[in-house]
């Protein structure tokens, strides 16, 4: 049976004191660290969540930036292919001009050397026949 006698006044006593030193040495301290941990751990979470909005920000603005640049460059893609083909239809109709022109050129000289060559082949075709004949008639003719 359990007697109540001074012992067990100076077990709780003892029990007292020990909860408190053990409470002062080793819960405390432990508990502190704990808490330290979790704060480390809170804070590193906090500061990854931090960092994957940033990313998640400057992806968004990567995207936009890109978006823009390869509209922009569309643009600017089909404005030189109208340009070009603005450039082009000058160019071929130039080149058809100065050819008609060269053509007539052309023509205008052939037409003149044709003439000029039929006068002379006909005054020698006079000439040859007029030897012709003073050969045949064996006189000269007047």
């Known amino acids: 049976m359990i007697s109540l ?10 029990f007292f004191v020990l ?34 909005a940033e990313v998640d920000e400057k992806m968004r603005h990567y995207q936009q930036q890109l978006s823009t640049a390869k509209s922009d460059a569309a643009q ?17 109709g130039e080149a058809q001009q100065k050819a008609v022109t060269r053509i007539k050129d052309i023509r205008e000289q052939v037409g003149r050397e044709a003439t000029e060559a039929g006068q002379v082949l006909n005054s020698e075709a006079k000439a040859l026949a007029g030897q012709i004949a003073t050969k045949v008639l064996g006189r000269k003719l007047a």
């Open 19 to 52: 909860l408190f030193f053990l409470n002062k040495l080793l819960y405390r301290p432990l508990v502190a660290i704990m808490d330290q941990r979790r704060d480390k751990i809170e804070s590193g979470n906090q500061r990854a969540q931090e960092i994957e």
């Open 76 to 92: 600017e893609r089909a404005a030189l292919r109208k340009a070009g083909q603005q450039q082009e239809s000058e160019i071929t």
């Open 5 to 14: 006698d001074w012992t067990l006044i100076l077990q709780f006593f003892n």
